[in-house]
């Protein structure tokens, strides 16, 4: 808006991404100070985990931009506190470029947009998203939207540059997608300065210095020019040879040689990262690597033979790029040393050696490839803890009951405080859902099997509480649990909401942050033989990383032979024998069995159920899923059929009351309650597993409008964003220190 000469308001038109203010811009670029809850350790590990990650979101952002006709003018809109900027189309967050109608403000993401130009240009194609009409019943068409961007000015690609300087600068890993030579045709959006905007704020040459870093003159991500002393980087067409591999597994490396293998791995030219497709199987079956898995023999050669010829190494295209193969073995021969001193059938509970130089008492399950540790409050269980966790497992950690207010917990308390609440209930033997009913019907049966609901046929039920308590009302309704469960939650370095690894924590308080819980599941065991078909909560996977506390254990009254039939059920599910030696021996209450598989083997297990589901005569409709619609509980016998035809093998994991699972986001899994149960589950954000989060968010755009993992509540690449930006900013901060230790030298 501006005022005429006649001095009469008008409309002038839409911003532009060069007509920001001081505190449009600081929001977006790095702290000239060190960020909250955030030390230098953690920024490098932060930003050798993700950098390449915001490399590709860049990349990405670059392409769009170099599709718009240098004719039409991009806006820019402004981020507002509190809304979550979304897609009108597919519900998903709309992180920066994007395209609006000047009419009436629709909005649609880069992928809904080329989707329908693509079903324009393609005669007769129908589209797979409906797109709203405008006024008047208007049509929305692509051509007449309008660019807009919402990161101010360059930000974007300067943070971009920042990540590759201060990468280079303090020695952090990259497999950079940059370097592809066809990227480097992309530049910044060459966006012109208003000297009125200059002279109105008297910013922007301030600006540049306290936020925005030069970019290196070799930067892969500075503009297209011709630079004076710049080399093309070589392509290298050979991987370092098997002998030299083969001195790795050995431990004959030396000095020499570490560095001609990392100059190699710097030099070598990497593809554009894609996202992997979901249309067809894999040509060949991928199964756990057995080497990663279990312990190894002192056959140098065999093991290293298993590595290279193991299916890691290979993906539908073709083979992995040398660097790929490479964190596949270095990952190996970490799992290989954690367990050599480990017997191959463990004896006993406890076993403590130290891993990696950190005294944690844990011990192992799952054959050797379940960590499990022991103690809660250890300061080092979460450098143990990552060295599984990215690669990709779960973990467990036990004895969390003993820090927890037990009183809290119990289902008395549930009963007296909200016991008249109305509530939702679902029958885990049909799915049926209850309406009318309240929390104090539930907790009436929960540990008293004549006093539960009973069907038609006078049966009682097996109930679970449906989202209860709803939504985000669980620290609002629960303020005690809640401090409770967050005081004493292990590894709070992940799973807390200000932990320094829990990525989320990065998002400025100016956005909506996404809901990570605590989220309560209350429900009922499935005790009898014939409830071994049904889960609790079926086959199914989440977009982010989650810590599932078993809080409490009831054994219900009215069932005769319950400890019989609950080992029968551990032992059908495919438990190992210490955790059934664990069930026998100990006075530890058994809560339920977990089934969790690799999110590698994620597609496997899709086609598998397709299969499955076609034999029986069922539909596949086209925006439905068989894992994400949770319609699957994996028996004995369907659980054998996915091993057997794909080689897809989980882990049958065991929860004891105090124990906590921590499941990998994208790993598919289902619980089968044995006894009564009350679990708390929070939700986080690791480095380790971003990739698999952005993954799923585009998974969840295909997914019909009324499925309750269709929207995108997780805005990973806000997330990405923010975390590297606060990341290269504490360790710009700290660069005198770096230039202290290496004597000087830039």
């Known amino acids: 808006m501006r005022f005429n000469r006649h001095g009469l308001l008008r409309e002038e038109g839409f911003l532009t991404p060069d007509k920001y203010d001081s505190e449009a811009i600081s929001l977006w670029l790095p702290l000239a100070k060190n960020a909250v809850g955030l ?57 920066n470029l994007h395209w609006v109608c000047p009419k009436c403000g629709f909005g649609v993401c880069v992928d809904c947009y080329r989707m329908k130009k693509k079903s324009i240009h393609e005669d007769g194609a129908s589209d797979t998203f409906s797109w709203l009409k405008c006024v008047k019943g208007q049509l929305h068409e692509p051509e007449n939207l309008m660019p807009t961007q919402i990161i101010p000015g360059k930000a974007l690609y300067d943070v971009g540059d920042t990540v590759h300087s201060v990468r280079a600068k303090w020695g952090i890993k990259a497999n ?54 710049s080399k093309p980087v070589s392509s290298v067409n050979t991987s370092p040879s098997l002998s030299w591999l083969a001195n790795l597994t050995s431990g004959n490396v030396n000095k020499e040689n570490k560095d001609k293998l990392m100059s190699t791995l710097k030099n070598e030219n990497k593809p554009l990262q894609t996202l992997p497709t979901f249309t067809k199987p894999p040509t060949a079956l991928q199964t756990f690597n ?41 990952a190996s021969l970490v799992q290989s040393r954690t367990l050599a001193d480990l017997p191959k059938k463990p004896q006993g509970l406890t076993i403590k050696p130290t891993i990696l130089g950190f005294d944690t008492p844990h011990y192992w399950l799952c054959d ?24 990709g497992q779960p973990v467990m950690v036990s004895g969390v009951h003993y820090k927890l207010n037990a009183e809290l917990w119990k289902p008395e308390s549930f009963r007296k405080e909200f016991g008249q609440q109305e509530v939702d209930l679902v029958n885990c033997r049909t799915n049926e859902i209850i309406t009318g009913a309240t929390v104090g019907d539930f907790w009436d049966g929960f540990e008293d099997i004549p006093s539960r609901l009973k069907t038609e046929g006078r049966e009682p039920m097996v109930l679970k509480l449906k989202d209860w308590p709803p939504g985000e009302d669980f620290r609002d309704m629960m303020p005690s649990r809640f401090d409770d469960l967050m005081n004493n939650i292990p590894l709070p ?6 932990g320094k690894l829990n990525l989320a924590s990065r998002l400025p308080n100016y956005f909506v942050r996404p809901d990570l819980g605590p989220k309560m599941y209350n429900a009922y065991g499935l005790i009898t033989p014939e409830d071994r078909k049904y889960g609790t909560t079926n086959l199914h996977l989440d977009v982010s990383d989650a810590a599932n506390v078993m809080v409490y254990v009831g054994i219900p009254k009215g069932q005769v032979n319950q400890e019989e039939e609950v080992l029968k059920t551990i032992q059908d599910g495919d438990s190992d024998e210490l955790t059934i030696k664990r069930f026998i021996e100990s006075r530890e209450k058994p809560g339920a069995l977990w089934h969790i598989y690799a999110a590698k083997d994620t597609e496997k297990i899709r086609e598998f159920l397709k299969k499955v589901s076609e034999e029986q005569g069922q539909e596949n409709p086209v925006d439905h899923d068989p894992i994400h619609d949770q319609s699957w509980y994996l028996d004995r016998s369907l659980r054998k059929r996915l091993h057997q035809e794909y080689g897809v093998q989980g882990w049958a994991i065991v929860q004891f009351l105090g124990d906590v699972v921590f499941i990998p986001a994208g790993a598919p899994h289902q619980v089968h309650n044995l006894y009564s149960c009350i679990k708390v589950a929070e939700d986080f954000v690791s480095p380790e597993h971003v990739k698999h989060c952005f993954w799923l968010t585009q998974e969840f755009r295909y997914l019909s409008h009324t499925h309750t993992n269709h929207e995108d509540k997780l805005q990973v690449k806000n997330v990405i964003y923010h975390a590297v930006k606060d990341a290269v900013g504490i360790l710009r901060a700290n660069e005198s220190s770096l230039s202290r230790l290496s004597g000087g030298k830039p």
């Open 39 to 95: 030390d230098l350790d953690t920024a490098k590990y932060i930003l050798a985990n993700i950098g390449d990650h915001f490399c590709q979101l860049v990349i990405s952002e670059k392409e769009v931009m170099s599709t718009i006709e240098p004719h039409r003018q991009v806006a820019w809109k402004r981020a507002v506190q509190g809304v979550r900027e979304m897609c009108d189309v597919c519900d998903t967050t709309i992180f």
């Open 176 to 229: 950079c997608p940059c370097a592809n030579k066809q990227l480097k045709a992309l530049s910044k959006p060459n966006l012109k300065e208003d000297p009125k905007q200059i002279l109105i704020t008297g910013e922007k040459s301030t600006l540049q210095h306290n936020f925005v870093l030069n970019p290196l003159a070799t930067s892969c991500d500075s503009p297209v020019k011709p630079t004076l002393g």
């Open 290 to 330: 057995s080497a990663i898995l279990t312990p190894v023999s002192n056959n140098n050669t065999g093991f290293l033979r298993n590595l290279l010829n193991s299916s890691g190494g290979k993906t539908e295209s073709g083979l992995k790029s040398t660097p790929k193969i490479l964190d596949d073995i270095f």
């Open 368 to 391: 050797n490839r379940l960590l499990c540790l022991q103690d809660p409050n250890n300061a080092s269980n979460w450098n143990v803890f990552r060295e599984c966790w990215k690669q």
């Open 493 to 498: 370095e992940y799973t807390r909401r200000d």
